[in-house]
């Protein structure tokens, strides 16, 4: 529900990463990482992205993003698993006590910038 | 001639950053605040008509003078809960929700802002009553010591497993409206056993707002929290 914020910050984040020397240059692609316990909605993302980057160095990227599974460890037996369904108990020892590894990243990983080196780019 | 076509290359520039890492650091901000005045904060979340503006307005009135609190209360619009929670003396901020995404959740900086209004040297107790909704609000840290969420015996039994993520981050759930129970076909022990699967352990307290039926328990509990957290700073 709040993809429009994510987007903004985004936005602000990979903007600020692109460095001074290509400041003209043009993201291509910001590759992402979202956890599937984060709230978030990928194609709704995608959507207020789209929007939101209209008149920015980032208009026109593509968003990636690579969904993370949630992965838990159980504290006590040290089992590690993949979480498909709501159970957070261990599935060998059925205790509660987890800690979970993965499934609620929000990140940035890297943004990919395209650069014109040739020498005529530019000529026609 | 033939036009010389660009040596294009595309560069990966490493970022590795939390998209919500402003949220975080201004989270952390506010958390360092409440601690040097001595404020426990607490997070109430629910889904809307959980009854959680009730326990909260039932919960200040068994608790005050005894224990100073506060209220910020988050709403899409309107100032009905604020209304409602001043009745009880506490001083009580209404914040409606703002730019940062819009209106589905309660975000560091709100609070921070929000907490301008209070005099924190004041109180023992802030209550966040945020925004009703079992999603967004899980997302975010505002710099609480702890998350308390509301349902009730009015909504399905299965919300724990639908909103997993909310569920998980909560230290205590309330299962409100008991009193109702005899008119329902509501199996409160699978309801229960939904939030035993998502979170083992936490604690569940079963209360009527309205009847005051199970209150003490949960205030036993929060106030508990309260004194362990002064405790801890005072030593």
């Known amino acids: ?124 | 001639m033939e036009p010389f076509s660009a040596n294009r290359s595309v560069r990966e520039i490493k970022v590795v950053q939390r998209v919500l890492k402003v949220n975080e650091r201004m989270a952390e901000q506010n958390r360092r605040r409440f601690a040097e005045k001595g404020v426990f904060a607490i997070n109430v979340m629910s889904s809307p008509g959980s009854g959680k503006t009730t326990t909260l307005q039932k919960t200040l009135e068994r608790i005050m003078p005894e224990i100073r609190a506060a209220v910020i209360v988050g709403d899409v619009s309107t100032t009905h809960d604020a209304d409602r929670l001043a009745v009880t003396g506490a001083p009580v901020v209404q914040v409606n929700t703002d730019a940062f995404g819009g209106d589905c959740h309660l975000a560091a900086h709100v609070i921070e802002k929000a907490a301008d209004d209070i005099d924190l040297d004041d109180i023992d107790l802030l209550i966040i009553e945020n925004v009703g909704n079992l999603v967004c609000p899980a997302e975010f840290d505002i710099g609480e010591d702890a998350r308390v969420v509301v349902l009730s015996v009015t909504e399905g039994e299965d919300k724990p497993v639908k909103y997993p993520a909310m569920f998980r981050r909560c230290d205590a759930a309330l299962l409100n409206k008991i009193d109702l129970l005899p008119h329902l076909d509501y199996n409160k022990a699978l309801a229960i056993g939904y939030i035993q699967q998502v979170h083992p352990g936490m604690p569940v307290f079963e209360i009527s707002a309205r009847t005051g039926e199970g209150m003490e328990a949960w205030i036993g509990w929060l106030r508990e929290k309260i004194g362990s957290k002064l405790k801890a700073q005072s030593q």
Request: proline share 5%; with cysteine.
């Open chain 1, 1 to 124: 529900m709040h993809e429009m914020g994510i987007a903004l910050q985004i936005i602000d984040i990979a903007t600020a990463s692109i460095p001074p020397e290509m400041r003209s240059a043009r993201v291509e692609r910001v590759n992402l990482k979202i956890g599937k316990l984060a709230a978030v909605v990928p194609d709704s993302l995608r959507f207020c992205f789209e929007i939101a980057s209209k008149d920015t160095p980032l208009a026109g990227a593509e968003l990636f993003i690579e969904e993370t599974p949630v992965v838990a460890r159980c504290k006590d037996c040290g089992e590690r698993w993949t979480i498909e369904e709501p159970i957070f108990t261990c599935q060998s020892c059925q205790s509660g006590s987890l800690e979970i590894l993965s499934g609620r990243e929000l990140d940035i990983v890297s943004i990919e910038v395209a650069e014109e080196d040739g020498y005529g780019a530019v000529q026609r």
